[in-house]
Protein backbone atom coordinates (compact mmCIF):
# COMPACT_ATOMS: atom_id res chain seq x y z
CA UNK A 1 0.00 0.00 0.00
CA UNK A 2 1.19 3.80 -0.29
CA UNK A 3 1.05 5.02 3.35
CA UNK A 4 -0.78 7.56 4.18
CA UNK A 5 1.00 10.52 6.22
CA UNK A 6 -2.01 11.12 8.43
CA UNK A 7 -1.37 7.56 9.86
CA UNK A 8 2.51 7.90 9.83
CA UNK A 9 4.43 9.63 12.21
CA UNK A 10 7.92 10.94 11.18
CA UNK A 11 9.95 9.33 13.37
CA UNK A 12 13.28 11.41 13.68
CA UNK A 13 13.77 14.99 14.23
CA UNK A 14 15.83 15.08 10.98
CA UNK A 15 13.24 14.83 9.07
CA UNK A 16 11.07 18.36 9.88
CA UNK A 17 10.49 20.58 7.38
CA UNK A 18 13.43 22.54 6.37
CA UNK A 19 12.14 25.16 3.85
CA UNK A 20 12.02 28.91 5.84
CA UNK A 21 10.55 31.05 3.01
CA UNK A 22 11.46 34.37 5.14
CA UNK A 23 14.86 32.92 4.99
CA UNK A 24 15.16 32.31 1.62
CA UNK A 25 12.84 35.60 0.63
CA UNK A 26 15.49 37.43 3.12
CA UNK A 27 18.58 36.31 0.87
CA UNK A 28 16.72 37.05 -2.37
CA UNK A 29 15.74 40.77 -1.62
CA UNK A 30 18.39 41.60 0.54
CA UNK A 31 21.43 40.73 -1.66
CA UNK A 32 22.70 43.07 -4.22
CA UNK A 33 24.47 43.19 -7.26
CA UNK A 34 28.07 43.60 -6.76
CA UNK A 35 30.55 43.25 -10.44
CA UNK A 36 33.18 42.07 -7.80
CA UNK A 37 30.94 40.06 -5.71
CA UNK A 38 29.69 37.74 -8.65
CA UNK A 39 32.84 36.89 -10.12
CA UNK A 40 33.93 35.90 -6.34
CA UNK A 41 31.06 33.66 -6.37
CA UNK A 42 31.49 32.23 -9.78
CA UNK A 43 35.22 31.81 -9.29
CA UNK A 44 34.54 29.74 -5.46
CA UNK A 45 32.22 27.32 -8.15
CA UNK A 46 34.94 27.16 -10.62
CA UNK A 47 37.45 26.07 -7.11
CA UNK A 48 34.42 23.17 -6.95
CA UNK A 49 33.35 24.95 -4.04
CA UNK A 50 29.03 24.13 -3.63
CA UNK A 51 27.75 27.70 -2.86
CA UNK A 52 26.13 28.53 -0.02
CA UNK A 53 21.94 30.09 -0.43
CA UNK A 54 23.96 33.89 -0.41
CA UNK A 55 26.29 33.34 -2.66
CA UNK A 56 23.43 31.79 -4.78
CA UNK A 57 21.48 34.33 -4.36
CA UNK A 58 24.27 36.47 -5.53
CA UNK A 59 23.73 34.97 -9.06
CA UNK A 60 20.26 35.64 -8.67
CA UNK A 61 20.63 39.41 -8.59
CA UNK A 62 23.06 40.05 -11.32
CA UNK A 63 21.37 41.70 -13.50
CA UNK A 64 24.02 43.77 -15.62
CA UNK A 65 23.76 41.57 -19.01
CA UNK A 66 27.91 41.05 -18.94
CA UNK A 67 27.49 39.17 -15.24
CA UNK A 68 24.85 36.99 -16.66
CA UNK A 69 27.01 35.82 -19.76
CA UNK A 70 29.73 35.59 -17.35
CA UNK A 71 28.09 33.37 -15.60
CA UNK A 72 26.55 31.59 -18.40
CA UNK A 73 30.59 30.58 -19.35
CA UNK A 74 31.34 29.61 -15.80
CA UNK A 75 28.72 27.10 -15.75
CA UNK A 76 30.11 25.77 -19.16
CA UNK A 77 33.20 25.51 -17.77
CA UNK A 78 32.28 24.00 -15.15
CA UNK A 79 30.53 21.14 -16.32
CA UNK A 80 33.64 20.80 -18.74
CA UNK A 81 35.76 20.44 -15.82
CA UNK A 82 33.40 17.86 -13.31
CA UNK A 83 31.74 15.80 -16.33
CA UNK A 84 33.80 16.73 -19.29
CA UNK A 85 31.72 15.87 -22.59
CA UNK A 86 29.69 13.04 -21.69
CA UNK A 87 25.43 13.39 -22.12
CA UNK A 88 23.92 10.38 -20.48
CA UNK A 89 20.98 9.13 -22.12
CA UNK A 90 17.71 7.31 -20.22
CA UNK A 91 14.32 6.72 -21.24
CA UNK A 92 11.20 7.27 -18.95
CA UNK A 93 8.61 4.38 -19.17
CA UNK A 94 5.40 4.55 -17.70
CA UNK A 95 4.33 1.47 -15.83
CA UNK A 96 0.81 2.91 -15.18
CA UNK A 97 -1.74 6.18 -14.81
CA UNK A 98 -4.01 5.48 -12.06
CA UNK A 99 -3.89 8.64 -9.50
CA UNK A 100 -5.86 9.75 -6.42
CA UNK A 101 -3.96 12.95 -6.25
CA UNK A 102 -5.72 16.05 -8.10
CA UNK A 103 -2.57 18.56 -9.39
CA UNK A 104 -3.62 21.21 -11.38
CA UNK A 105 -0.68 20.76 -13.96
CA UNK A 106 -0.73 17.01 -14.54
CA UNK A 107 -2.68 15.34 -17.31
CA UNK A 108 -3.36 12.34 -14.87
CA UNK A 109 -4.84 13.62 -12.59
CA UNK A 110 -8.14 12.18 -10.76
CA UNK A 111 -10.27 14.87 -12.16
CA UNK A 112 -9.38 14.48 -15.64
CA UNK A 113 -12.35 11.53 -16.66
CA UNK A 114 -11.32 11.52 -20.58
CA UNK A 115 -8.42 9.72 -19.62
CA UNK A 116 -8.29 5.79 -20.25
CA UNK A 117 -6.42 4.78 -17.13
CA UNK A 118 -3.85 1.84 -17.85
CA UNK A 119 -1.70 0.00 -15.95
CA UNK A 120 0.83 -2.08 -17.87
CA UNK A 121 0.54 -6.24 -17.22
CA UNK A 122 3.59 -8.49 -17.65
CA UNK A 123 3.38 -9.04 -20.61
CA UNK A 124 3.07 -5.19 -21.99
CA UNK A 125 5.93 -4.21 -19.54
CA UNK A 126 8.11 -6.85 -21.34
CA UNK A 127 6.90 -5.66 -24.70
CA UNK A 128 7.88 -1.67 -24.15
CA UNK A 129 11.53 -2.82 -22.26
CA UNK A 130 12.00 -4.76 -25.66
CA UNK A 131 11.09 -1.45 -27.36
CA UNK A 132 13.02 0.54 -25.82
CA UNK A 133 16.32 -1.86 -26.24
CA UNK A 134 15.90 -2.32 -29.62
CA UNK A 135 17.12 1.84 -29.88
CA UNK A 136 19.70 0.90 -27.83
CA UNK A 137 18.63 2.25 -24.28
CA UNK A 138 20.42 0.81 -21.09
CA UNK A 139 19.06 3.13 -18.55
CA UNK A 140 15.17 3.60 -17.63
CA UNK A 141 12.96 5.27 -15.18
CA UNK A 142 9.92 3.52 -14.36
CA UNK A 143 6.88 6.27 -13.77
CA UNK A 144 3.75 5.46 -11.64
CA UNK A 145 0.82 7.39 -10.63
CA UNK A 146 0.35 7.83 -7.07
CA UNK A 147 -2.42 5.03 -6.13
CA UNK A 148 -3.12 1.81 -4.14
CA UNK A 149 -2.28 -0.26 -6.91
CA UNK A 150 1.54 0.90 -7.47
CA UNK A 151 2.33 -0.53 -3.46
CA UNK A 152 5.68 -0.92 -2.82
CA UNK A 153 5.46 -4.37 -4.16
CA UNK A 154 4.26 -3.92 -7.25
CA UNK A 155 7.16 -1.45 -8.05
CA UNK A 156 9.88 -3.79 -6.97
CA UNK A 157 8.36 -6.51 -8.71
CA UNK A 158 7.98 -4.68 -12.08
CA UNK A 159 11.35 -3.55 -11.61
CA UNK A 160 12.50 -7.46 -11.45
CA UNK A 161 10.80 -7.68 -14.69
CA UNK A 162 12.24 -5.27 -16.54
CA UNK A 163 15.52 -6.30 -15.32
CA UNK A 164 14.64 -9.89 -16.48
CA UNK A 165 14.66 -8.77 -20.18
CA UNK A 166 16.89 -9.43 -22.57
CA UNK A 167 16.44 -8.59 -26.58
CA UNK A 168 19.84 -9.52 -29.14
CA UNK A 169 22.76 -7.97 -27.20
CA UNK A 170 20.81 -6.12 -25.37
CA UNK A 171 19.31 -5.33 -22.00
CA UNK A 172 18.50 -2.81 -19.18
CA UNK A 173 21.30 -2.40 -16.83
CA UNK A 174 19.70 0.26 -14.44
CA UNK A 175 16.00 0.98 -13.47
CA UNK A 176 15.47 4.19 -11.94
CA UNK A 177 12.10 5.08 -10.06
CA UNK A 178 9.45 7.99 -10.13
CA UNK A 179 6.82 7.62 -7.99
CA UNK A 180 4.91 8.10 -5.08
CA UNK A 181 6.61 8.98 -1.83
CA UNK A 182 6.48 5.51 0.50
CA UNK A 183 7.73 5.36 4.62
CA UNK A 184 11.10 3.77 5.76
CA UNK A 185 9.76 -0.32 5.31
CA UNK A 186 8.08 0.76 1.94
CA UNK A 187 11.42 2.11 0.19
CA UNK A 188 13.43 -0.25 1.52
CA UNK A 189 11.34 -2.97 -0.07
CA UNK A 190 11.96 -0.86 -3.34
CA UNK A 191 15.23 -0.87 -2.55
CA UNK A 192 15.99 -4.23 -2.48
CA UNK A 193 14.84 -4.75 -6.09
CA UNK A 194 18.27 -3.45 -6.88
CA UNK A 195 16.99 0.07 -8.04
CA UNK A 196 19.05 3.32 -8.68
CA UNK A 197 18.16 6.60 -8.09
CA UNK A 198 14.85 7.16 -6.47
CA UNK A 199 13.32 10.69 -8.00
CA UNK A 200 10.53 12.47 -6.10
CA UNK A 201 9.74 16.12 -7.18
CA UNK A 202 8.44 18.48 -4.82
CA UNK A 203 7.06 20.65 -7.31
CA UNK A 204 7.10 24.28 -6.14
CA UNK A 205 8.89 24.46 -2.60
CA UNK A 206 6.20 27.69 -1.75
CA UNK A 207 3.55 26.03 0.57
CA UNK A 208 1.09 28.47 -0.49
CA UNK A 209 1.19 27.94 -4.11
CA UNK A 210 1.49 23.74 -3.47
CA UNK A 211 -1.67 23.99 -1.25
CA UNK A 212 -3.26 25.66 -4.51
CA UNK A 213 -2.12 23.41 -7.30
CA UNK A 214 -2.52 20.51 -5.21
CA UNK A 215 -6.70 20.05 -4.74
CA UNK A 216 -6.93 16.44 -3.48
CA UNK A 217 -5.03 13.02 -2.83
CA UNK A 218 -1.79 12.45 -0.35
CA UNK A 219 0.19 14.77 -2.46
CA UNK A 220 -1.85 17.86 -0.57
CA UNK A 221 0.20 17.20 2.54
CA UNK A 222 3.46 19.24 2.16
CA UNK A 223 5.45 18.48 4.77
CA UNK A 224 5.30 14.36 3.66
CA UNK A 225 6.65 14.87 0.00
CA UNK A 226 8.86 17.43 1.26
CA UNK A 227 10.31 14.79 3.63
CA UNK A 228 10.00 11.62 1.47
CA UNK A 229 13.72 11.40 0.45
CA UNK A 230 14.83 11.79 3.48
CA UNK A 231 12.63 8.43 4.37
CA UNK A 232 14.42 7.13 1.55
CA UNK A 233 17.86 7.47 2.92
CA UNK A 234 17.04 6.38 6.18
CA UNK A 235 16.05 3.36 4.00
CA UNK A 236 19.65 2.70 2.50
CA UNK A 237 18.73 4.53 -0.63
CA UNK A 238 21.23 6.62 -1.45
CA UNK A 239 21.10 7.45 -4.54
CA UNK A 240 18.38 10.24 -4.71
CA UNK A 241 16.96 12.88 -7.35
CA UNK A 242 15.19 16.11 -6.32
CA UNK A 243 13.59 18.64 -8.53
CA UNK A 244 11.13 21.38 -9.21
CA UNK A 245 8.50 22.65 -11.96
CA UNK A 246 9.22 26.08 -13.24
CA UNK A 247 6.43 28.07 -13.36
CA UNK A 248 4.03 27.43 -10.81
CA UNK A 249 5.73 30.28 -8.72
CA UNK A 250 8.64 32.42 -8.67
CA UNK A 251 12.04 30.80 -10.25
CA UNK A 252 14.07 32.50 -8.10
CA UNK A 253 12.72 30.79 -4.80
CA UNK A 254 12.41 27.64 -6.30
CA UNK A 255 16.00 27.70 -7.34
CA UNK A 256 16.70 28.95 -3.90
CA UNK A 257 14.75 26.16 -2.72
CA UNK A 258 16.41 23.33 -4.84
CA UNK A 259 19.95 24.65 -2.92
CA UNK A 260 18.68 24.32 0.18
CA UNK A 261 17.23 20.54 -0.27
CA UNK A 262 21.17 20.25 -0.93
CA UNK A 263 21.95 21.68 2.06
CA UNK A 264 20.14 20.05 4.11
CA UNK A 265 20.78 16.34 2.94
CA UNK A 266 24.60 16.85 3.09
CA UNK A 267 24.28 18.37 6.70
CA UNK A 268 22.17 15.15 7.42
CA UNK A 269 23.26 12.45 5.64
CA UNK A 270 26.12 13.81 3.98
CA UNK A 271 26.14 13.70 1.04
CA UNK A 272 23.82 15.63 -1.91
CA UNK A 273 20.99 14.19 -4.02
CA UNK A 274 22.60 12.41 -7.07
CA UNK A 275 20.31 14.60 -9.74
CA UNK A 276 18.25 17.77 -9.87
CA UNK A 277 15.27 17.56 -12.67
CA UNK A 278 14.17 21.37 -14.00
CA UNK A 279 11.34 20.85 -15.66
CA UNK A 280 9.18 23.62 -17.00
CA UNK A 281 5.28 24.08 -17.16
CA UNK A 282 3.75 22.96 -20.42
CA UNK A 283 0.21 21.95 -21.49
CA UNK A 284 -1.67 18.78 -20.22
CA UNK A 285 -5.38 17.96 -20.26
CA UNK A 286 -7.63 20.48 -18.32
CA UNK A 287 -3.98 22.32 -17.63
CA UNK A 288 -5.12 24.76 -15.15
CA UNK A 289 -2.49 27.21 -13.26
CA UNK A 290 -1.69 31.03 -13.15
CA UNK A 291 0.80 32.02 -15.44
CA UNK A 292 2.00 34.27 -13.93
CA UNK A 293 5.07 32.62 -13.14
CA UNK A 294 5.49 30.74 -16.54
CA UNK A 295 9.43 31.17 -16.73
CA UNK A 296 11.10 32.83 -20.13
CA UNK A 297 13.49 30.87 -22.29
CA UNK A 298 16.22 33.49 -21.16
CA UNK A 299 15.68 33.11 -17.13
CA UNK A 300 15.61 29.40 -18.19
CA UNK A 301 19.08 29.03 -19.12
CA UNK A 302 20.02 31.82 -16.71
CA UNK A 303 18.66 29.66 -13.72
CA UNK A 304 20.15 26.45 -15.34
CA UNK A 305 23.39 28.33 -15.39
CA UNK A 306 22.84 29.04 -11.45
CA UNK A 307 22.14 26.03 -10.59
CA UNK A 308 25.26 24.17 -12.20
CA UNK A 309 27.41 26.63 -10.27
CA UNK A 310 25.55 26.28 -7.15
CA UNK A 311 25.68 22.22 -7.20
CA UNK A 312 28.85 21.74 -9.23
CA UNK A 313 28.74 17.41 -7.92
CA UNK A 314 24.87 17.18 -8.64
CA UNK A 315 23.78 15.73 -12.20
CA UNK A 316 21.55 17.90 -13.94
CA UNK A 317 18.36 16.70 -15.98
CA UNK A 318 16.94 18.12 -18.54
CA UNK A 319 13.56 16.38 -20.44
CA UNK A 320 11.84 16.49 -23.60
CA UNK A 321 9.24 18.52 -22.45
CA UNK A 322 11.75 21.14 -23.69
CA UNK A 323 11.78 21.83 -27.56
CA UNK A 324 15.08 20.48 -29.78
CA UNK A 325 16.87 24.10 -29.97
CA UNK A 326 16.13 24.89 -26.47
CA UNK A 327 17.71 21.49 -25.23
CA UNK A 328 20.32 21.72 -27.81
CA UNK A 329 21.02 25.65 -26.56
CA UNK A 330 20.93 24.49 -22.50
CA UNK A 331 23.68 21.24 -22.68
CA UNK A 332 26.08 23.53 -22.76
CA UNK A 333 25.11 24.93 -19.70
CA UNK A 334 25.51 22.45 -17.41
CA UNK A 335 22.82 19.33 -18.27
CA UNK A 336 24.56 15.95 -17.87
CA UNK A 337 21.64 13.65 -18.54
CA UNK A 338 18.64 13.68 -21.18
CA UNK A 339 16.16 11.53 -22.06
CA UNK A 340 15.83 9.94 -25.99
CA UNK A 341 13.28 9.15 -28.18
CA UNK A 342 10.61 9.71 -25.17
CA UNK A 343 6.94 8.82 -25.64
CA UNK A 344 4.22 9.20 -22.93
CA UNK A 345 1.61 7.18 -23.84
CA UNK A 346 1.12 3.73 -21.75
CA UNK A 347 1.88 1.14 -24.55
CA UNK A 348 3.48 3.57 -26.82
CA UNK A 349 7.10 2.10 -27.12
CA UNK A 350 5.39 -0.82 -28.66
CA UNK A 351 4.06 1.25 -31.40
CA UNK A 352 6.65 3.06 -33.24
CA UNK A 353 7.82 6.65 -33.01
CA UNK A 354 5.44 9.03 -31.49
CA UNK A 355 4.35 12.05 -34.59
CA UNK A 356 1.92 13.42 -32.79
CA UNK A 357 0.91 13.20 -29.39
CA UNK A 358 -2.82 12.75 -27.89
CA UNK A 359 -2.74 14.88 -24.69
CA UNK A 360 -5.47 12.52 -23.35
CA UNK A 361 -2.70 9.41 -23.17
CA UNK A 362 0.18 11.64 -21.91
CA UNK A 363 1.10 13.28 -18.39
CA UNK A 364 2.31 16.45 -20.60
CA UNK A 365 3.20 17.41 -23.75
CA UNK A 366 6.63 17.14 -25.23
CA UNK A 367 8.40 19.29 -27.37
CA UNK A 368 11.35 17.18 -28.40
CA UNK A 369 9.89 13.73 -30.55
CA UNK A 370 13.33 13.45 -32.08
CA UNK A 371 14.03 9.78 -31.88
CA UNK A 372 17.11 8.17 -29.74
CA UNK A 373 19.21 7.78 -33.05
CA UNK A 374 18.52 11.69 -34.03
CA UNK A 375 19.63 12.59 -30.98
CA UNK A 376 22.49 9.88 -30.87
CA UNK A 377 23.49 11.62 -34.50
CA UNK A 378 23.05 15.26 -33.03
CA UNK A 379 25.35 14.54 -30.03
CA UNK A 380 28.37 12.84 -32.03
CA UNK A 381 28.21 15.44 -34.94
CA UNK A 382 28.81 18.30 -32.11
CA UNK A 383 31.58 16.25 -30.13
CA UNK A 384 29.79 15.41 -27.62
CA UNK A 385 30.22 11.47 -26.19
CA UNK A 386 26.87 9.72 -25.72
CA UNK A 387 26.61 7.72 -22.58
CA UNK A 388 24.45 4.58 -21.08
CA UNK A 389 26.85 4.08 -18.46
CA UNK A 390 26.06 2.29 -15.55
CA UNK A 391 29.25 1.49 -13.91
CA UNK A 392 29.35 3.32 -10.69
CA UNK A 393 26.35 1.85 -9.49
CA UNK A 394 26.91 -1.51 -10.12
CA UNK A 395 30.05 -0.99 -8.51
CA UNK A 396 29.29 0.54 -5.95
CA UNK A 397 30.24 4.42 -6.50
CA UNK A 398 27.11 5.77 -5.31
CA UNK A 399 26.23 8.18 -1.95
CA UNK A 400 28.94 9.21 -0.21
CA UNK A 401 31.11 6.39 -2.55
CA UNK A 402 30.44 8.39 -5.26
CA UNK A 403 31.25 11.94 -3.46
CA UNK A 404 34.60 10.53 -2.57
CA UNK A 405 35.02 10.49 -6.24
CA UNK A 406 34.06 13.05 -7.82
CA UNK A 407 34.09 15.86 -5.48
CA UNK A 408 37.91 15.87 -5.85
CA UNK A 409 37.52 15.48 -9.46
CA UNK A 410 38.67 12.13 -10.07
CA UNK A 411 35.20 11.10 -11.43
CA UNK A 412 36.53 11.74 -15.04
CA UNK A 413 38.67 9.27 -15.24
CA UNK A 414 35.68 6.86 -15.26
CA UNK A 415 33.14 8.49 -17.20
CA UNK A 416 34.56 9.78 -19.95
CA UNK A 417 36.43 6.09 -20.32
CA UNK A 418 32.69 4.37 -19.64
CA UNK A 419 30.81 6.51 -21.82
CA UNK A 420 33.35 5.35 -24.41
CA UNK A 421 32.73 2.02 -24.20
CA UNK A 422 28.81 2.07 -24.07
CA UNK A 423 28.96 4.43 -27.03
CA UNK A 424 31.06 1.44 -28.94
CA UNK A 425 28.38 -0.62 -27.82
CA UNK A 426 25.53 1.40 -29.29
CA UNK A 427 27.28 1.97 -32.70
CA UNK A 428 28.24 -2.00 -33.11
CA UNK A 429 24.69 -2.98 -32.17
CA UNK A 430 22.67 -0.23 -33.29
CA UNK A 431 24.07 2.50 -35.28
CA UNK A 432 23.76 2.99 -39.05
CA UNK A 433 26.91 2.90 -40.97
CA UNK A 434 27.24 6.57 -41.33
CA UNK A 435 26.59 6.97 -37.86
CA UNK A 436 29.47 4.06 -36.84
CA UNK A 437 31.93 5.53 -38.94
CA UNK A 438 31.10 9.15 -37.22
CA UNK A 439 31.13 7.56 -34.15
CA UNK A 440 34.31 5.94 -34.02
CA UNK A 441 35.89 8.79 -35.25
CA UNK A 442 35.02 10.76 -32.42
CA UNK A 443 35.84 7.52 -30.14
CA UNK A 444 39.71 7.54 -31.25
CA UNK A 445 39.61 11.58 -30.93
CA UNK A 446 38.32 11.30 -27.35
CA UNK A 447 40.79 8.44 -26.44
CA UNK A 448 44.08 10.56 -28.04
CA UNK A 449 42.73 13.68 -25.56
CA UNK A 450 42.41 11.31 -22.37
CA UNK A 451 46.59 11.04 -22.22
CA UNK A 452 48.56 8.10 -21.11
CA UNK A 453 47.50 8.62 -17.35
CA UNK A 454 43.89 7.63 -18.40
CA UNK A 455 45.39 4.19 -19.25
CA UNK A 456 44.48 4.32 -22.92
CA UNK A 457 46.12 1.14 -23.68
CA UNK A 458 43.32 -0.58 -21.67
CA UNK A 459 40.22 1.67 -22.97
CA UNK A 460 41.62 0.47 -26.13
CA UNK A 461 41.91 -2.98 -25.63
CA UNK A 462 38.43 -2.90 -24.19
CA UNK A 463 36.96 -1.53 -27.36
CA UNK A 464 38.56 -3.93 -29.40
CA UNK A 465 37.13 -6.43 -27.02
CA UNK A 466 33.37 -4.48 -27.84
CA UNK A 467 33.94 -5.12 -31.24
CA UNK A 468 34.63 -8.87 -31.54
CA UNK A 469 31.61 -8.99 -29.58
CA UNK A 470 31.96 -8.75 -25.92
CA UNK A 471 29.20 -6.30 -24.14
CA UNK A 472 29.34 -4.74 -20.92
CA UNK A 473 32.60 -4.04 -20.27
CA UNK A 474 33.71 -0.81 -17.68
CA UNK A 475 36.05 0.77 -15.32
Not at 6 to 16: V, W
Request: with cysteine.
Amino acid sequence: MIYHPQTYSIPDKRMKPFIDPDEIWGYIRNTREDKKRVRDVIQASLDKKRLSLEETAVLINARDPELIEEIKEGARTLKEKVYGERIVLFAPLYVGDLCTNNCQYCGFRASNKDVKRITLNEQELIGETKALIEQGHKRLILVYGEHPKYSAEFIAETVGIVYNVTHGNGEIRRVNINAAPFDIPGFRTIKDAGIGTFQIFQETYHEPTYKRVHLGGIKRNYEWRLTALDRAQEAGIDDVGIGALFGLYDWRFEVMGLVRHVNHFEAVYNVGPHTISFPRIQNALSLDIDKAHLVKDDEFIRLVSILRLAVPYTGMILTAREPSHTRDQILRFGVSQIDGGTNLELGGYSKGKQETQDLSKGQFQINDNRSLSEIMDELINTGYIPSFCTACYRLGRTGEHFMEFSVPGFIKRYCTPNALLTLAEYLEDYASEETKQAGYKLISKKIEELGQEQKVARLKEKVDKIKSGQRDLYF
